[in-house]
């Protein structure tokens, strides 16, 4: 694919990033054992709570590998740990091991995207919500530990409702009318043409019904507002517009949806940290206690 994106954002302007996910490269990092051969890439496997053994690794869930310009389609490693998140070989694009051997270093990247491994991932058929909460509470309690913490937000969005639809149909915002669209009637997402989202030559981008059915989305950071409920109507791509916001990038342009997101800002409180930590039993996620 081509045009812009998240990942190519940052690296123009000089920023560290990455997407990390489970088995891109079987856990290895720089400096500890040996690397995986060709056809050992992405064999990984884990066994879920059920006792069913999964491969870690789903190529479909690792966007930034469909984009030319932030492909790394070999999973070649960083060069050095030092080098993650910076631009060399792996291009960005890493295994989960690789955000942990950053971490306990103190350099983390300026934006990190964390996928978990395919057992842990929460998706219906072979994950479970016990592995998600293990992913969930173990990377939460490891990223509270460490001294970065006090500047560190977390944003956890889920991708689909895996079936347990909302029985509210979310706002209709960008609209189409496409042979493909029966949203409102046969043909429609919307009757309103005004409605559908246009690209940067002014032509119309159709196909973007939605907004989709209503889905979790949790900030966590000493930053984020206590016991507070947002009514923003917000998406995934409010993270985008996030990301954008809090590093002067500009807007993707061209008919994408960051530029219409709503705001993450009212979920924060920018004033000053207000949140202590939280420290959860991964494996019934419990609070086993609290630090301020």
Sequence with gaps: MGGNNVGQEPTTAGLTWGWFEGGFDDGYVPGHGTPPTTA????????????????????????FQYYASTANPMHLPPTSV?????????????D??????AAYKGHLPQVSF?????????????SDP??????LATTLNRLQSLPSWKSTAVVITWDDSDGW???????????????????TNPGQCGANIKQVPMNSAGMPE???????????????????????VDNVSMDQSS???????????????????????????????FQGPTVGRVFLNPATGEVIHHKY
């Excluded at 909302?166 to 042979?179: A, R």
């Design 165 to 183: 639809y909302d029985h509210v149909l979310g706002n209709v915002q960008t609209q189409s009318q496409t042979s493909l669209d029966t949203l």
């Design 96 to 101: 989960l091991a690789d955000f942990w051997a």
């Design 114 to 126: 964390l996928k978990a491994a395919a057992y842990q991932d929460g998706h219906a058929g072979y």
């Design 130 to 135: 016990v592995d998600e909460q293990t992913f």
């Design 206 to 228: 159709q196909g973007k019904c939605g907004l989709g059915p209503r889905l979790p989305m949790l900030v966590i950071s000493p930053y984020s507002k206590s016991n507070f």
């Design 82 to 94: 030092s080098m993650i998140g910076k631009s060399d070989q792996a291009n960005h694009q890493y």
């Design 40 to 63: 050992q890439i992405c064999s990984q496997t884990h066994t879920n709570v059920g006792g069913s053994s999964v491969t870690d690794y789903i190529p479909h869930h690792e966007p």
């Design 239 to 269: 993270v985008v517009s996030f990301i954008e916001q809090n590093w002067s990038l500009p807007a993707m342009g061209n008919g994408a949806a960051d530029a219409a997101a709503g705001s993450l800002d009212t979920m924060f409180n």
